[in-house]
């Protein structure tokens, strides 16, 4: 898997370099209507997603998915008439749900129970993505994007449920401490738009965001003979040396307009 995202990004790069270097006129075609001197154009987006962590440690386990929101600026760059390099930053709400045998407390002394954890996670969002369109057909044009996503974590606030103690639960606890700062996702998407007058165009898409980095940041606990957390004489959770590890993926549908 990583290898397969690792030749995505290879294949990504070299397509965005000869792209660059192909000639920046535009087609004469006459049954396009295009304004050849533009170079960029802006756009407003908003998009609701539906989030999940793909858990890659022991112990640790998926528990759910979330959903959550975008919003933000978008700008593209013409590098030919038909591919565009798409940026911007967006506002991201999105996270995920987790289980996992952890420590509750109580006032000040540790017990070991199971954890059920749902992550909120904001993130501010900048894409790279290239953009190819097809000509316009009548009034609509498709479109397919693809490249990566990079996230800056800027919050991040837990609701906790634990099990062992009939279930009890604590709500929007900052838990900006155990997620990373930098997220990646692979992007893959595709949509339509459709012009409403001169350069205006609305657009609808959907875009799958593959995560391929750790975004978790606490280490897991030590587990004893019944896979219970090990609480050691000092009254403290024991904590082993492998950090724990969950990738972030999450499907937007977008819905925009540029100008």
């Known amino acids: 898997m990583q290898k397969t995202k690792l030749l995505t990004l ?3 790069g070299l397509l965005f370099t000869n792209l660059s270097a192909q000639d920046d006129g535009f087609s004469d075609d006459p049954v396009v209507e295009f304004d050849e001197a533009r170079k960029f154009r802006l756009g407003l987006h908003f998009s609701p997603s539906l989030s999940w962590l793909s858990v890659n440690s022991s112990g640790y386990s998926s ?9 933000g600026l978008s700008t593209e760059f013409y590098l030919a008439k038909n591919y565009l390099f798409s940026t911007g930053v967006t506002l991201n709400s999105i996270g995920g749900k987790i289980k996992y045998e952890g420590v509750y407390d109580v006032n000040g002394i540790l017990f070991p129970s199971e954890v059920k954890q749902s992550i909120k996670i904001n993130y501010v969002d900048i894409p790279l993505t290239l953009k ?8 609509i044009s498709y479109y397919g994007n693809f490249g990566v996503n990079l ?25 900006s401490s155990d997620i990373k700062f930098m997220n990646i996702n692979l992007v893959v998407g595709g949509g339509i738009e459709y012009n409403l007058s001169g350069n205006t165009n609305v657009m609808l898409g959907l875009t799958y965001n593959n995560g391929f980095v750790n975004v978790l940041d606490a280490k897991t606990y030590v587990l004893d003979a019944n896979g219970k ?22 499907f937007t549908l977008n819905l925009g307009v540029y100008f």
């Open 63 to 71: 528990d759910g998915s979330k959903l959550g929101f975008a919003y």
């Open 151 to 175: 996230g800056l974590r800027y919050q991040s606030k837990s609701d906790f449920e634990y099990v062992d103690f009939d279930n009890i639960k604590k709500s929007d606890v900052n838990t």
């Open 10 to 12: 290879i294949l990504f």
């Open 229 to 250: 957390a090990t609480i050691n004489n000092e009254g403290k959770a024991e904590r082993s040396d492998k950090s724990a590890s969950a990738n972030l993926n999450f």
């Open 132 to 139: 190819l369109k097809t000509n316009q057909i009548g009034y």
